[in-house]
């Protein structure tokens, strides 16, 4: 166990899935895709209460179990108006449209803002007859716990200019960035990224999940020579404190 402070608990579950726990116990998933290859086995059944999904995207890999998590424990799950749609379609009761720069308070106290990111975001089902559906565009969330202690998810994304902005106006404690490369940035680029958030705690993901994703943690602190951030890389089931 890594520990970080400020009374929240941060456990990866593979991939871009992570489970968050707030000071007062609200618990929170970002992209739960609970059996992607990293995981730990029988992660699923270690999840007894959800009280917010935050998909960032319509990829598979990202919105994962969301549905059926949604119909079980029937959390809030604030998200992009198209996939909004798509979720309440699919039985969910408790979605929460918004869009890049809103944000809003869910949870009784947990504030959700939603940030821009690079890259695509179609709904892969029935590829058979239609392809890729058009699922909103990709998102990162910042969330601010009860304490006022900030949880950056980047999702999938290129490294971009305005990860300055985000910085400036949200002041994370945390980012949680991919370096796998391929489908989003790598080391070399999340590097720059953490130039621009200014974040000084960083937790890798979307890595080694397949192997194209080959940016490793190690290149990252390579690349982040000279920088004043702690690069925390953990194990799937990895929590930290």
Not at 72 to 77: C, D, H, I, S, T
Not at 183 to 192: D, H, I, K, V, Y
Request: net charge negative.
């Amino acid at each position: 166990m890594k520990k970080l402070g400020r009374d929240t608990r941060l456990r990866w579950l593979g991939h871009s899935a992570f489970e968050v726990v707030s000071p007062a116990g609200k618990v929170l998933l970002f992209d739960p895709w609970l059996e992607n290859p990293k995981a730990p086995p029988g992660t699923p059944d270690t999840i007894h209460r959800v009280d917010v999904i935050l998909p960032t995207h319509a990829h598979f890999d990202h919105l994962g179990e969301t549905v059926e998590l949604g119909m079980k424990f029937q959390p809030q799950v604030p998200c992009i108006f198209e996939l909004h749609v798509y979720l309440q379609r699919k039985g969910l009761l408790h979605t929460l449209p918004m869009n890049k720069g809103g944000n809003q308070t869910v949870a009784e106290g947990l504030g959700v803002t939603m940030v821009g990111a690079d890259h695509s975001a179609g709904v892969l089902e029935d590829t058979f007859t239609l392809g890729a559906v058009y699922g909103g565009e990709p998102a990162g969330f910042v969330v601010e716990m009860e304490n006022g202690f900030r949880v950056y998810h980047a999702g999938d994304t290129n490294v971009f200019g305005d990860m300055k902005l985000i910085g400036e106006l949200y002041r994370p404690d945390v980012a949680l960035l991919p370096i796998g490369g391929l489908f989003t940035m790598g080391p070399r680029e999340a590097a720059l990224a953490v130039r621009l958030l200014g974040v000084r705690h960083v937790v890798p993901m979307h890595y080694g999940t397949f192997p194209p994703l080959a940016g490793t943690p190690e290149e990252l602190m390579q690349e982040c020579a000279g920088q004043d951030v702690e690069v925390l890389a953990l194990s799937p089931g990895e929590v930290l404190e």
